[in-house]
């Protein structure tokens, strides 16, 4: 499957973007998806993630209450909804696929099978 991410930009902080992730050559809801960002001079790290049904997810905390991940298996594309947006969550976003089937969502990166390309998120001060 090939994934596609879009929607980034500048934001000030306090705003809003969504975050979106299309999926080509296969069936979206065969996966469990996840979102992660990536800031320079910084690790890959964990951001949310869905299930292929949509009936679980899971938030990094310092997402929580703030972002909310969602899916359209129909579409064949996840979203990622960004609110009050903090300097801090300027990164590059990648969503991520991952056979569904596992009793947890993964939050490791290494768990993860397929990549989009990243999309960038910038939040002004």
């Known amino acids: 499957v090939q994934l596609q991410a879009s929607g980034g930009g500048l934001a000030q902080a306090g705003g809003s973007l969504r975050l979106s992730c299309a999926a080509s050559?296969?069936?979206?809801?065969?996966?469990?998806m996840g979102w992660f960002r990536q800031a320079p001079g910084k690790e890959r790290e964990f951001v949310a993630a869905i299930s292929w049904s949509g009936g679980r997810m899971l938030y990094a905390d310092s997402v929580k209450g703030r972002d909310t991940i969602s899916r359209d298996n129909a579409k064949n594309t996840i979203y990622l909804q960004m609110n009050s947006l903090k300097p801090e969550d300027t990164a590059i976003y990648y969503c991520a696929a991952r056979a569904a089937g596992g009793i947890t969502l993964a939050t490791m990166a290494s768990r993860y099978d397929y990549w989009g390309q990243g999309t960038q998120v910038t939040v002004s001060s």
């Open positions: 050559g296969g069936t979206l809801s065969r996966y469990d």
